[in-house]
């Protein structure tokens, strides 16, 4: 095993205990906790060394379908107005090409931090709208690329030459990683 595979399966450790741990505190303190599932769609692009390789790249590239579930807490900051919502969430993530012949899963640990106003239309506070905001912070833990062109290829070989590329995402920071597995912005509801 490489040392940038142990580093990451150490890192996997320590944010998956400090996740529970951040998730048995915030239990015992919540106002408010909620279960979600939900689907939608996954945008992923790709960076090389140069923009016109970016677009070129890119524009072959289209939404998958994606999953996301977790737990989500809210507390009062100023009541039936303004509450401090954060969770922690499964989610999935990638891209597919054209005709879904190629693409990439990701598995991640979602942690969303959001300000959520609530305009309330009645006294009893049973409806209301509400517009949320605010960072999050994601951790990539597991992940699959898949070729079926690669995979066509490797069985036609007859020669031996034709190596099958493992799927498993190889995560990092480096050239030869496939994907970072660390990611982070802002997320609006």
Do not use: W
């Not at 923009?51 to 579930?69: G, P």
């Not at 107005?81 to 090409?97: D, N, P, R, V």
């Not at 034709?162 to 990092?172: I, L």
Request: charged share 25%.
């Amino acid at each position: 095993m490489s040392s940038c595979n142990i580093k990451h399966t150490i890192m996997k450790k320590i944010l998956f205990t400090a996740m529970f741990l951040l998730f048995a505190v915030i239990l015992g303190v919540s106002q408010n906790v909620g279960l979600f599932i939900g689907g939608g769609f996954s945008d992923m692009r790709i960076r090389t060394d140069t923009i016109e390789d970016d677009k070129e790249i890119n524009k072959e590239l289209k939404f998958r379908q994606i999953y996301h579930a977790g737990i989500n807490f809210e507390n009062d900051l100023i009541e039936r107005t303004l509450y401090l919502q954060f969770g922690i969430h499964a989610k999935l993530s990638g891209y597919t090409t054209s005709g879904d012949s190629a693409g990439m899963y990701l598995h991640n640990v979602h942690v969303p931090i959001e300000i959520k106003y609530k305009y309330f239309f009645d006294s009893r506070g049973e409806t209301y709208v509400y517009a949320s905001g605010g960072p999050y912070f994601s951790l990539a833990y597991k992940g699959i690329i898949y070729d079926d062109f690669e995979k066509e290829i490797f069985r036609e070989d007859e020669t031996g030459l034709v190596e099958m590329r493992n799927p498993q995402v190889k995560f990092g920071k480096t050239i030869e990683d496939d994907v970072a597995p660390f990611d982070y912005g802002i997320n609006i509801g």
